[in-house]
C-alpha cells in the first residue's frame, strides 16, 4: 500500500473558497458572502486525498484585504503548533485570496519557526465557476508541500502549476489565470501532473532562523507607502510622519526616483529620525544606491515592490534602527 504524506490544509478563505450565485459568476462572487471552510473545500475537490493525507485546519473564511499582521502572527503560532502535533507533517498548505497572498508569504518568509514546506495557494476563480482554477492549483500545492525538494526553499506560492518564491513573487492581472510573476527571475519550478520539478532557487535568506520574531509582538512598527507621480509635493509624506510612522517606502518613480518637492519631504523624514526606502512604481529591477539618495539618508529597497519593502522594513525596525544594520538586512533578505 502506497503511504502517502500527511499535510495540512489551513483555510483563510480567499477567491479559492468562494462560491458565487452561479458557475458563470467569476467577478462578483463576493457579492453572496459565501465562503467555504478547509474541510469543505476538500469535499468538493476529493482528488486531494490521492496525493496526500490532508489534514483540514479551520482558519476564518475571509476575503485577503482584511488580513495583515495579526493573521501573520496566528499563522506563525499555527504552523508552529500543527508541526508539534503532527511530527509525521511533510508541509502546510495555506489557502489565501490572491489580493494580499504576496504579503502574507513574504511576511511568513521572514518570521516562520518551522522548517516544513509551506506552500501558499489561491486561485483566479471561485471554487463555484466553470473551469475553475482552485481545484488544480490545490491538487498542485498539496504536491509541492509534500515533495522532499520543496525543503530549505523558503515559503511558496502555488498557482498555474508554476511554484514561485514568495520574496520575488507578484500579482501582475486582475483577472487572467497567469497572474503571478517573478518579473526579474522567473520561477523555481513547476507542478506537471503528479511530478515537482524545480530549477533554480532563491539566493536571499528566509525563515527559519531570521531575527524577526513576530510571536510575541502586538503591532509592527508603523510603515506607510508614499506612491510618487509628477507634481507629487511630499503631502503624503508629511501627513505619514504626523500619523506617528517610523518608517516610509517611497514607490518612486523608475529607477528609484521621486519630484523634487517629494524627495525634499523625504529628506526631511530622514532628519527626524525617520527611516526611508526607496522601491519604485515599476514593479522590477534594484534601485540603485546612488550618490543622490545617501545624501538624503534614504536607504535602497534592492529589487523589492514597495509593498514588500513595508514588510521587510517594519521586521526589520523591531530589531534596529542604525541605517547600516538596515542596509544590511536590505542586502540580505
Avoid at 521621486?258 to 529591477?285: C, D, F, K, N, W
Amino acid at each position: 500500500m502506497t503511504i502517502r504524506p500527511k499535510v495540512a490544509f489551513i483555510g483563510t478563505g480567499g477567491t479559492l473558497s468562494s462560491v458565487g450565485r452561479d458557475s458563470l459568476d467569476i467577478l462578483d462572487y463576493t457579492a453572496t458572502g459565501e465562503r467555504l471552510e478547509a474541510e469543505e473545500i476538500l469535499a468538493r475537490v476529493p482528488e486531494a486525498a490521492a496525493v496526500a493525507e490532508v489534514v483540514p485546519v479551520r482558519y476564518r473564511a475571509v476575503t485577503s484585504p482584511g488580513i495583515g499582521f495579526s493573521d501573520w502572527k496566528t499563522l506563525v503560532l499555527l504552523c508552529e503548533r500543527l508541526v508539534a502535533e503532527h511530527p509525521d507533517l511533510a508541509g502546510i498548505v495555506i489557502g489565501h485570496g490572491t489580493a494580499t497572498l504576496e504579503e502574507t508569504a513574504y511576511a511568513l518568509s521572514l518570521t516562520l519557526t518551522v522548517a516544513v514546506p509551506v506552500v501558499l495557494v489561491g486561485s483566479q476563480r471561485p471554487i463555484s465557476a466553470l473551469s475553475s482554477d482552485a481545484p488544480l492549483n490545490l491538487v498542485a500545492a498539496l504536491r509541492t508541500a509534500a515533495a522532499p525538494e520543496s525543503r530549505g526553499r523558503g515559503v511558496l506560492v502555488v498557482l498555474n502549476d508554476e511554484i514561485q518564491a514568495a520574496r520575488e513573487v507578484t500579482k501582475t492581472s486582475v483577472a487572467r489565470l497567469q497572474t503571478f510573476r517573478t518579473p526579474d527571475f522567473g520561477v523555481l519550478g513547476q507542478v506537471d501532473g503528479p511530478h515537482v520539478r524545480y530549477y533554480r532557487r532563491s539566493e536571499r535568506r528566509h525563515a527559519p532562523g531570521t531575527p524577526f520574531d513576530i510571536r510575541g509582538l502586538d503591532a509592527l512598527p508603523r510603515v506607510d507607502i508614499s506612491y510618487a507621480y509628477a507634481d507629487a509635493d511630499g503631502t503624503a509624506v508629511r501627513a505619514f510622519a504626523a500619523a506617528g510612522a517610523r518608517g516610509i517606502v517611497s514607490a518612486g518613480l523608475a529607477p528609484g526616483m521621486t519630484p523634487p518637492a517629494e524627495a525634499e519631504a523625504l529628506g526631511a523624514a530622514t532628519a527626524a529620525g525617520i527611516a526611508v526606502v526607496q522601491s519604485t512604481r515599476a514593479g522590477s529591477g534594484v534601485v540603485p544606491d546612488t550618490k543622490r539618495l545617501a545624501e538624503l539618508g534614504i536607504l535602497s529597497a534592492d529589487n523589492l515592490t514597495p509593498q514588500k519593502a513595508r514588510i521587510l522594513l517594519a521586521l526589520a525596525l523591531t530589531v534596529t534602527r542604525d541605517p547600516a544594520r538596515l542596509r544590511e538586512i536590505f542586502a540580505t533578505y
